[in-house]
């Protein structure tokens, strides 16, 4: 059995968990060790199966527990060489292994697909992971659907998918104009129709779940993200993503 789980969902902090009866890994660790502990305990997540963690951007929301969490759990963090780089010295985890961007990595029984996304980040990357004859897609802080995304999206069974932003929550919000700009920019992030669009034209036929992730707490809510994918509901199942508590664990069979 596969199972899947957004830990965390946000800009104050993210963490996906994939693994399987034996192993799991995340892709990021944004929140404290403490939090992410009782994360896993609410979801009875066994964090002894633990083989590592993979970063996707020197982020603070992606990236501030990993010191703590590589150091207490004697966890692998694999990042790009720009990432490690970029990281604050106080962020940086105790045992790294770098990777070049496009690289398949094997950790166990997972194979990690590593590839560029379009992000205002030093070399921002995303994921594809297999496992048990699955393909799970972590596709969050993505500024446009560039072909790299498009091409993973369509091996998927599974996704976390960044639905950031309603466009008109977004222009007629709180946020000064730069700031606007930037979140709507090729380097920001997606909307919920841009992130709709993306899964109707290239997802995969056997598209099991897509959780709906990163939601902005001031340009977005949950009930309308979560309207915007109605056209997907009865094909595929949509779950939403929490910044305050973990989702709910999917699972998926093994092949």
């Known amino acids: 059995m596969v199972e899947i789980c957004a830990l965390a969902s946000g800009s104050n902090g993210n963490s996906y968990y994939i693994g399987n009866n034996t192993d799991a890994i995340l892709v990021d660790a944004g929140i404290s060790t403490r939090q992410l502990m009782q994360r896993f305990d609410s979801r009875r997540l066994d964090p002894r199966k633990l083989r590592g963690v993979f970063l996707s951007h020197e982020h603070s929301d992606h990236s501030r527990g990993l010191q703590v969490l590589s150091k207490r759990h004697h966890l692998t963090v694999w990042m790009s060489k720009h990432t490690y780089y970029a990281l604050p010295p106080s962020y940086r985890p105790m045992y790294v292994e770098l990777f070049e961007p496009g690289e398949t990595l094997t950790v166990g029984p997972f194979q990690v697909h590593t590839f560029l996304k379009n992000h205002d980040a030093a070399e921002p990357c995303s994921f594809r992971i297999e496992i048990g004859g699955k393909s799970i897609g972590v596709l969050t802080d993505i500024g446009m659907p560039c072909e790299r995304v498009r ?13 950031n932003y309603d466009e008109k929550m977004l222009w007629d919000g709180p946020y000064p104009w730069p700031l606007k700009k930037r979140v709507a920019s090729d380097v920001g992030h997606l909307s919920n129709v841009q992130a709709l669009g993306l899964v109707e034209q290239e997802a995969h036929p056997d598209l099991e779940c897509i959780f709906l992730s ?42």
Do not use: D, W
């Open 214 to 255: 990163h939601l902005s707490q001031e340009n977005n809510n949950p009930s309308l993200a979560f309207s915007v994918f109605e056209p997907l509901q009865g094909k595929t199942v949509v779950k939403l993503t929490s910044r305050f508590e973990a989702s709910e664990v999917y699972r998926m069979i093994e092949k």
């Open 151 to 163: 091409r993973e999206v369509n091996h998927c069974q599974a996704l976390f998918m960044e639905t």
